[in-house]
């Protein structure tokens, strides 16, 4: 028999309730700004991993290689304690004075993602056929333009499911900003753990909320993906 007493009143009312609404919001915060920034340096990054200049190619797949096969943890406390010796002290200074633990996580966060994303992005423009691009050029357009305004709007389009399961897997790697404390889900579960000693209905209860934003982001994108192919068939 069990003798541990469940109370689940301790993670649906009062201020531990609070504290997990809290480190939800903080999450989203994080995941958020993160792949959008992560989205805008993967895009920059994937225009560079396919320029036509031998230079720019190999910083970018440097880039890549180096970002893509080290620890996200890694990356995180790299950032944390090792900002002072990379930025400049202005912006150190700035970060602290705002909220540094969150601005390191979100460093952190949006480079690694990146490195993935950029490489969703260069598969969705070697899917776009060649000829659009030669008949771009053919009409005036320069290369930059061509890509803005013809190749990248197809691209974005097609990487738009690989581009969602990224930002699930960034707001579950969110998960890890906890180690330089920032005060996100996984973070204020432990707290409650803490203060409580009622581990399993705090982490159940962060359990279920990392599912619940899951499948709803999951339900969205199959959303869209349908009435995508309904208007392919309809044409």
């Not at 890694?74 to 970060?95: M, R, T």
């Not at 990224?166 to 404390?181: D, R």
């Not at 709803?216 to 208007?231: A, D, F, G, P, R």
Request: with cysteine; hydrophobic share 50%.
């Amino acid at each position: 028999m069990l003798n541990y007493q469940f109370d689940w009143s301790v993670v649906t009312s009062g201020k531990y309730f609070d504290w997990l609404v809290s480190g939800l919001i903080t999450t989203l915060k994080l995941s958020c700004i993160s792949i959008v920034l992560a989205f805008i340096l993967g895009l920059v990054i994937a225009i560079m991993r396919m320029s036509h200049s031998r230079p720019i190619r190999w910083i970018a797949h440097a880039y890549l290689e180096f970002y893509r096969n080290t620890p996200l943890l890694v990356q995180i406390f790299f950032w944390y304690f090792g900002s002072y010796k990379i930025l400049p002290a202005v912006i150190n200074d700035w970060l602290v004075s705002t909220n540094f633990e969150f601005a390191a996580g979100v460093i952190a966060l949006t480079i690694y993602t990146s490195a993935f994303i950029a490489e969703d992005i260069r598969s969705g423009i070697l899917s776009i056929p060649k000829e659009q691009m030669e008949a771009a050029r053919s009409a005036g357009f320069s290369y930059l333009r061509s890509m803005q305004y013809i190749i990248l709007p197809q691209a974005v389009r097609i990487t738009i499911p690989p581009l969602v399961n990224q930002f699930l897997n960034l707001a579950k790697n969110s998960s890890l900003a906890m180690t330089i404390g920032v005060m996100e889900m996984t973070y204020q579960a432990r707290q409650v753990e803490s203060y409580t000693f009622k581990g399993f209905e705090a982490f159940t209860a962060a359990t279920v909320v990392y599912l619940v934003l899951s499948i709803v982001i999951t339900s969205l994108v199959n959303l869209y993906n349908e009435k995508v192919l309904n208007l392919h068939k309809a044409a």
